[in-house]
């Protein structure tokens, strides 16, 4: 079957489930914004928009803990840099505002806006935040939101890298002052790779970030390379040799490495027969005949109690995989583009 056709699939089938929002959602929405382009489809491009233009007044929020994503976050930011939403520009530069001056810990990393004496800060948020700035700055001729985008990513990873083997720990300040989660989250290290591939790819080539950004997805991706399971997926503590394999932040890491395949960053020889061992996993494991998923960690941000929260243990013992997760739509979707822009045009269902 044609990914870009999967990629729909997943989608019809999540919207049958669930209204779709939050980030989890509006990844989705990405996704079939993704397809939309890499296909030329014009009825797709319209879906997106017309799905879009429900946000903000026809959707019903939660509480966000990223106010861009009331609007459409990620892909309107999206649409109206690929000129397919013009409408949407007040709204952009808005919450493109907002963002900037969102509260920041010291360091100056976006921190959770709900208990900020705590400096709570977590690298999920380089998903949330990044992309939609970078887009909004390249749609509206911002550079200071470009500059923004790539400040807030690369501080993170500075913050949550292990030097012992490049993996990213997910959060600081949640297990007490100064502490740093010990865990490899899969999710949260497909979290910042996919910030790290949106700005290998987008930043202007003549941007003066472009080297760092580059130097920083390349380290990443070779560092998550020797943890792909002989099943071909990613685990959900990474370096746990016998954690359960997990697929939503497979998924975001073949997406990066699809990425770094087009665009010359990643080694053919090295990362080709990864990538196509990934994209064969999750077709075969992880998504069902009626396009329901499997494999995918619900919701998890420093999980656990006393001495155990945020260590590796936690995030295997209390989180286990379940049916139909919603976090794994837009990850599978934006990696099924990927094998197709990557010349994988049929995958056998």
Not at 47 to 65: G, K, M, S, T, W
Not at 130 to 150: K, N, Q, S, W
Not at 168 to 175: A, D, E, I, S, V
Not at 186 to 202: K, S, T
Request: net charge negative; charged share 20%; with cysteine.
């Amino acid at each position: 079957m044609n990914p870009i056709a999967m990629a729909v699939k997943l989608y019809d089938h999540y919207e049958s489930m669930e209204e779709v929002k939050h980030y989890f959602g509006l990844l989705a929405i990405y996704g079939l914004a993704q397809a939309a382009e890499a296909s030329g489809d014009a009825a797709t491009w319209e879906r997106c928009r017309a799905i879009l233009r429900r946000f903000p007044d026809q959707v019903e929020h939660p509480r966000y803990n990223t106010a861009s994503y009331a609007i459409g976050g990620i892909p309107k930011a999206y649409l109206l840099w690929r000129g397919r939403m013009p409408e949407a520009e007040p709204q952009v530069r808005a919450y493109a505002e907002e963002a900037m001056r969102a509260p920041r810990d010291p360091q100056g990393i976006i921190k959770n806006p709900y208990r900020p004496d705590e400096n709570l800060v977590w690298i999920d948020l380089a998903m949330a935040v990044t992309p939609y700035l970078l887009f909004a700055g390249l749609a509206l001729d911002e550079p200071r939101y470009i500059d923004e985008a790539v400040r807030q990513t690369l501080s993170m990873v500075e913050v949550f890298l292990d030097p012992a083997n490049g993996l990213l720990h997910q959060c600081r300040n949640f297990t007490g002052p100064g502490l740093i989660s010990t865990d490899h989250w899969g999710r949260g290290n497909g979290w910042g790779h996919i910030a790290l591939a949106e700005l290998a790819l987008h930043l202007p080539a003549d941007s003066p970030h472009r080297p760092a950004a580059e130097r920083a997805f390349r380290d990443h991706a070779l560092a998550l390379l020797p943890y792909q399971s002989p099943g071909g997926l990613w685990r959900q503590e990474l370096a746990m040799p016998d954690a359960w394999e997990e697929s939503s932040g497979t998924a975001l890491i073949l997406y990066g490495y699809g990425i770094g395949l087009r665009t010359g960053l990643l080694a053919s020889s090295a990362f080709r027969p990864a990538f196509e061992r990934g994209i064969a996993a999750l077709n075969q494991r992880c998504i069902n005949a009626d396009f329901s998923t499997e494999l995918s960690c619900p919701g998890c941000l420093c999980p656990g109690e006393g001495s155990e929260k945020g260590t590796p243990e936690a995030y295997v013992r209390l989180r286990q995989p379940t049916h139909d997760e919603h976090h794994s739509y837009g990850p599978f979707m934006l990696a099924l583009v990927e094998a197709y822009r990557n010349g994988i045009t049929d995958v056998p269902r």
